[in-house]
């Protein structure tokens, strides 16, 4: 089935005549279209994208097959004219892709045409076709570039916000569109911070220092996390950063199709917790990546989805003690049939530079 023929099977399931889409990926990956700005309407025989003025050249371009109707910057009025035109009575919209104002505002205008929520129309994306694995491959290959370049600018004296834009300036010299997300580096003290924002500090002797970073190849995003000493490594760092490995290699070891997000994350949070750290791994093991860098499915203690071939998820225990620092390493792996295949091929032996 075609992208276009998945939803249209959503609108049959739940009764629709069409579905408006608003949220920018799940309208990327239906029409290629990547402007800032447009909606995507489904209906059983027809694809229309609706653009204003700003993007109607460019929606003819990326968008082959679909019709593009240019549109005021509020289409309101025009996506009211195409339901009365076509006797739309019940139309769908993503749950999550609209504020209360879009949709008040639209399902008055709209009747008596009834304005539907449906959920998981994101779930489409979960798994990767050849084309988007080779994507996200390529944004990997320029992370674990980065990753080896900027091990050369790790030295005390150098601040974080330093290393993150020389991160950052080296992945776009490698082809990558941008960067994935806004380059952590966290050093010190600063290491226990799971999203510690680069910020003025100096990087100082012998502690540790968290880099987390990706790229973005053609709209697919890479996320890769390392942790290394920054001078010589105490028993206190080989004993936490050991441990987070050994943790990432049993999930690595037992992710597979079949099993649940949740049995995913306890594959990791099981080594943490007889350890005696579980209290200090508060976040999930890792996330879908793809057109966005945080999607489906997760790996958590919540998530109940099961996992598939073709998903790409990241694995990335961590353990952050305040005060002192913190460790996380994180591979994006895609599932296989058989098991998962780490497509990060950055080192995470732990180094002391």
């Known amino acids: 089935m ?8 959503l609108l049959a399931g739940q009764h629709l005549d069409a579905i408006l889409i608003h949220n920018p990926e799940n309208r990327t990956y239906l029409t290629g279209f990547v402007g800032s700005a447009g909606v995507a309407l489904v209906t059983g025989r027809e694809t229309l994208l609706l653009v204003d003025f700003r993007y109607v050249e460019q929606a003819a371009a990326e968008a082959p097959g679909w019709e593009v109707v240019q549109v005021p910057r509020q289409a309101t009025d025009i996506v009211t004219e ?16 609209l504020t209360y104002k879009q949709y008040d505002e639209l399902a008055v205008a709209l009747r008596p045409t009834e304005l539907v929520p449906v959920a998981g129309v994101d779930r489409l994306r979960w798994i990767k076709d050849a084309d988007e694995l080779a994507r996200i491959r390529t944004a990997v290959a320029i992370a674990d570039a980065g990753f080896t370049h900027i091990q050369g ?8 916000r330093e290393i993150a834009l020389e991160l950052e300036f080296y992945m776009r010299r490698q082809g990558a569109d ?7 580096v966290a050093s010190g003290v600063r290491s226990s911070l799971p999203h510690g924002r680069a910020s003025e500090r100096v990087l100082g002797g012998d502690e540790f220092v968290t880099l987390d970073f990706g790229a973005v190849v053609r709209g697919y995003h890479s996320d890769c996390t390392r942790t290394v000493v920054i001078g010589d490594a105490s028993p ?3 004993e936490i950063y050991d441990l987070v490995l050994a943790a990432q290699r049993a999930a690595l070891q037992g992710i597979r199709p079949g099993i649940a997000g949740r049995d995913a994350d306890a594959l990791a949070r ?16 890792g996330h879908g990546v793809g057109l966005a860098i945080h999607e489906g499915p997760t790996l958590s203690p919540r998530e109940e ?4 071939a ?5 694995v990335e225990p961590g353990v952050y003690l305040p005060g002192w620092g913190g460790v996380r390493i994180e591979d994006l792996v895609v599932i296989t049939p058989d098991g998962c295949d780490d497509l990060t091929a950055a080192p995470k032996h732990l180094m002391e530079l």
Request: proline fraction near 1%.
């Open 153 to 160: 600018y790790l030295r005390p004296g150098v601040q974080e």
């Open 310 to 314: 073709g998903m790409v998820v990241t």
């Open 2 to 9: 075609t992208r276009v023929d998945r939803v249209r099977a």
């Open 270 to 285: 099981r080594v943490i917790t007889e350890a005696g750290q579980g209290d200090h791994f508060g976040h999930g093991l």
């Open 236 to 238: 206190r760092h080989r």
């Open 82 to 97: 195409i339901a009365r035109g076509r006797e739309l009575r019940r139309v769908g919209f993503e749950s999550d892709g």
């Open 178 to 184: 941008k960067e994935a997300f806004e380059t952590i």
């Open 305 to 308: 989805a099961t996992l598939e």
